[in-house]
Nanobody, 118 residues
Framework: VQLQASGGGLVQPRGSLTLSCAASGSIFSINSMRWYRQAPGKQRELVAA???????NYADSVKGRFTISRDNVKNTVYLQMNSLKAEDTAVYLC?????????????WGQGTLVTVSS
């Protein structure tokens, strides 16, 4: 099983960017799918999460600006980021709890860098 993240890049303040993370391999089903981020010198923080049932949570710092969604057919999670700020600059990592037969295992994507700067 692999998670492949994409969509990062350089964007100006108040700009928008959409991240994608696709899971591939012998997947029975996917429970929670999440986006984390880690800025230089800071701890990794949970940005947004969506369950298989559609329940969604956001970090307070991104509420109203970021939108998480998932496509269960494509096994892909998205993060639409609007009104980006310099403090959103970080490596964004996706995570998924994947059901493999009878057990659930967590997987991380490789991370994609988002830089917000003029």
């Amino acid at each position: 099983v692999q998670l492949q993240a994409s969509g990062g890049g350089l964007v100006q303040p108040r700009g928008s960017l959409t991240l994608s993370c696709a899971a591939s391999g012998s997947i029975f089903s996917i429970n929670s799918m999440r986006w984390y981020r880690q800025a230089p010198g800071k701890q990794r923080e949970l940005v947004a999460a969506v369950t298989s049932g559609g329940s969604i949570n956001y970090a307070d710092s991104v509420k109203g600006r970021f939108t998480i969604s998932r496509d269960n057919v494509k096994n892909t999670v998205y993060l639409q980021m609007n009104s980006l700020k310099a403090e959103d600059t970080a490596v964004y990592l996706c995570y998924a709890d994947i059901l493999l037969g009878v057990r659930v295992q967590g997987y991380w994507g490789q991370g994609t860098l988002v830089t917000v700067s003029s």
